[in-house]
């Protein structure tokens, strides 16, 4: 199975999915080798306290009108870490097709094994202790991705930090998000204290400018959002906090310039974000996790910031 986050993503309707109602199907205990369910992805789920104890690497989460079971699948030595790397996947998991919502074509090969085999290839290969966190209502976790970006999925997710860091005694985080994962990387770094370096790939830190910019309206339907970029003054970290945008000038799906407009009110916040141009896989130019798993990493191996620079900017 191809990594998820690693490559294009061609979109297939779910016509199988099960509609989005006030009271959502219970998620799936997915067994290790159990691939999951694009439909259950497309209506979104709910889980128990109860369930979610019985749910393998998995953390039950609550936050103002919502409580989800959110999983993760991680490898390298967790336990007592300095520093931790933290994946987020993107919005390319779900879309709008012909007015439906779907799930991405790729998305039912993936299974918690797979993942977890996946997170070893980094961790090894990083040298650094790697978890994928799966965001509400994806990869196995309870949740709504319709109601994607809302501050309920911020909040969720960073509860799920908290007791990660807990649970394994933590350090510090690296935060690599693609996509509305880096758009989350944007958001979380305004809730927490304890990140080191945060990596946005292709992230959605400006979603109103992005829509404007496309000319369309939000795929969730929403008018209003949790945006980043209205965050970046709540933005209080140590003082050798690094935060990187790479994104790529001819992406189709999230406008380079979105990033720029984040990155210049950030600058305004004094956070001196540094953008690195990439070179986008698939047809949209959209695909950037390849460099923003490895660049999280090597910032929190202390490399510095002149040599991520010239080791990662790439242009056309």
Known sequence: MRPRHLFPVVLLLATSAVDAVAGLPTVRNYGQDEHFDPAEAVSGSSSTPEQCAQTHQALWVTVPGHADCLRYYFAGPLQDAPKAEVFLDGDELMSLHNGQVVAASDYGDASPRILERWATVWAERLQIPYVHLARPGTMGSSGNQNDRRQQTETLEVDAALDQLKALYRIGRFGLAGQSGGGGLVAALIAERTDVLCAVSSSGVVAITARNTIRHQHDVTGYTTFWDPIDQVGRVHQAADFRLFLVGDPEDANVPFQSLLQYAEAATQAGLHPVVIQGIGTGALHHGLAR???????????????DTLVAKYDQRR
Do not use: F, R
């Not at 490895?294 to 510095?304: K, S």
């Open 291 to 305: 460099t923003g798993v490895p660049l999280t990493a090597d910032c929190l191996h202390g490399v510095p910031t």
